[in-house]
């Protein structure tokens, strides 16, 4: 049986991500794939645009995570830990991800992508500028701190950051605390 046939069957013809019935292509679930059902999933335009960055990222669009990081299909939960990952940032989306239990195998394969797509770029401010090591950064927006009773107040400047593997994440001190800030919410000075 053919890949999209396979794939059509296993979705009921429906996004194996958000649902949707409108466009759907199948995906092959990068960094390796044979192109069998068993390494791809069947997806909608939209999900498709964002996962490879032809679109901005739809937060609320990828609340479907909640249902689909609990089918059965390796390459689903891959995709939706893969995704969930990126949205890391979002509270929902970390709970998910605490909550998401993946074999082995299936995590590092989802570990694998992660890994590739953080070598691909340099970690950017809000503006786009490219941050270094030891670059001084202001918050854009005040940010609630996970596991510390203080809110990073917009304006707060952090000297001295330290780039992490991941181009969405840095690391420095705010209030003394070293704490991991989202890249996207800084500044550089």
Not at 9 to 30: A, D, F, G
Not at 32 to 52: G, H, K, P, V
Not at 73 to 84: C, D, H, K
Not at 156 to 180: A, F, Q, S, Y
Request: net charge negative; glycine share 6%.
């Amino acid at each position: 049986m053919p890949t999209e046939q396979a794939l059509k069957n296993r979705s009921n013809n429906s996004c194996e991500l958000c649902t949707s019935i409108e466009k759907l292509v199948v995906y092959p679930v990068p960094p390796t794939s044979d192109l069998s059902a068993q390494q791809a999933i069947y997806l909608c335009q939209n999900c498709l645009s964002q996962i490879e960055g032809q679109s901005e990222l739809d937060i609320n669009h990828w609340r479907c995570l909640n249902d689909s990081m609990w089918n059965q299909e390796p390459a689903v939960q891959v995709m939706s830990y893969r995704m969930l990952h990126k949205l890391s940032a979002e509270s929902w989306a970390q709970d998910a991800l605490d909550m998401l239990y993946l074999e082995d195998e299936v995590k590092t394969w989802a570990e694998q992508g992660i890994a590739a797509e953080r070598s691909n770029g340099p970690t950017r401010d809000s503006n786009g500028a490219e941050l270094q090591n030891g670059d001084n950064v202001t918050l854009i927006k005040d940010l609630k701190v996970k596991g510390a009773s203080f809110t990073a107040k917009q304006g707060t400047m952090v000297r001295g950051i330290t780039l992490t593997d991941n181009p969405e994440h840095i690391e420095g001190k705010v209030n003394g605390t070293r704490i991991v800030l989202v890249s996207a919410y800084l500044k550089k000075a």
